[in-house]
């Protein structure tokens, strides 16, 4: 990748977008900015669970904005579950005249999602795991993109083809 581009990573709890969003990172040397943790670490800087959902987005546009203010690459990791966050990644690539790359994970087989869901642990401090309940609720509000992308279903491929199919398609 020769030009700054903004890579993101979206798709419901589960899905495979962190795993993959970590491999892309490490393979291609870009930051990398996740709303979970950003979102845990202000739980425990004391705020209320019920403030920091669109903070957390704000915080990671702000440290995404500064890598490309820089001439750097990024990649974030979030479910962007409808328009808005979107939107905001789409005027932030304008704004630096920065490629935007976006990468959806799905896990097509459910069987699979839900066994992901029940068995993982993350270990970020002060985030409880997701229920496959919440995941459920996730997928009903998830709005369709429409804007082009590479789908991935994490599904039917193992990890490293897929970091290596993601790194292809942001090359």
Known sequence: MTAQ???????????????????????????????????????RGGLKKDQTGIAAYEVAIALADEQLRLGHSV??????????????????????????????????DETIHRARIEARRRNIPGMPEITWARVLERRAEYEPWTDARLTLDTSIETPDKLIAEAANYLR
């Open 75 to 108: 990649i974030v990791d979030a479910v962007n579950p409808i328009e808005a966050p979107r939107a905001a990644w789409r005027s932030l690539a304008a704004k630096y005249r920065a490629g935007l790359k976006i990468i959806e994970c799905i896990c097509a």
């Open 5 to 43: 581009t903004l890579i993101v990573l979206s798709g419901l709890p589960g899905s495979g977008k962190s795993m993959l969003a970590e491999g892309v990172s490490r393979a291609l040397s870009i930051p990398l900015f996740s709303i979970d943790p950003i979102e845990a670490a202000m739980w």
